[in-house]
């Protein structure tokens, strides 16, 4: 009985493979980003990890699966698989809301018994909306730098102007107690005139209105 099974179960494991390539064709699409936007993977350019999905259409043209890079076993490598298709007519339709496609982002595709994987390249560039967005933050940003230093600098200007007119006004209040006494003085020094002085009775010299000395 064990030697009438042998056969059969060569057979069997002889016809697995090719049941298994049979109901079990497989499509991938690997993202890069294009750098240099030529539509081609050259080396130095990176495989995209996230940001990028695929619908597969049948070929009536009905979705009959989705992925994404967010979500794919192999995103390190850009690769999002679909597995186990059986042959025919497929479309994929790849979409990133963050990146611009540099190949065609809807590839036709034919899933064939017992041949390899089919693999579709996708690439795309950074957005020139991504672009312009960053320029117009960092300009945004130096601005907002410059007002600050501009505002720094005004308020500075308005310290030192305030210190400068308490200053003024403080001297002018010392001056303004000050003169009183140097008037009071110069009023006093002014206002003494010479008297004469004359001689009397008793022959004593007296001074002149002149302040000389004259005998009677």
């Known amino acids: 009985m064990t030697k009438r099974l042998i056969p059969v179960i060569l057979v069997l494991m002889m016809a697995l493979p090719a049941f298994a390539q049979d109901t079990g064709g497989q499509l991938w699409v690997q993202a890069f980003e294009d750098r240099n936007g030529n539509g081609q993977h050259d080396p130095g350019e990176p495989f995209l990890t996230h940001g990028v999905s695929v619908d597969l259409l049948n070929g009536d043209g009905v979705v009959m699966a989705s992925g994404t890079l967010d979500n794919a076993p192999f995103a390190s490598q850009g690769f999002i698989g679909f597995l186990y298709l059986a042959p025919g007519k497929y479309t994929a339709v790849i979409t990133s809301p963050d990146l611009t496609a540099t190949t065609p982002d809807r590839v036709d595709v034919t ?106």
């Open 111 to 216: 899933i064939t018994a017992g041949e390899a994987p089919v693999t579709v390249p996708f690439g795309a560039e950074r957005a020139a909306a991504d672009t312009s967005s960053a320029a117009s933050g960092s300009a945004s940003f130096l601005n907002s730098q410059l007002a600050r230093v501009a505002l720094a600098g005004f308020g500075a200007l308005i310290v030192i102007g305030l210190m400068g007119g308490i200053g003024v006004l403080i001297y002018a209040l010392v001056l303004a107690r000050r003169a009183p006494r140097d008037l009071k003085r110069t009023t006093t020094t002014s206002g003494m005139r010479p008297v004469r002085v004359g001689a009397d009775q008793s022959g004593e010299l007296r001074r002149t209105g002149e302040g000389e000395m004259q005998k009677p």
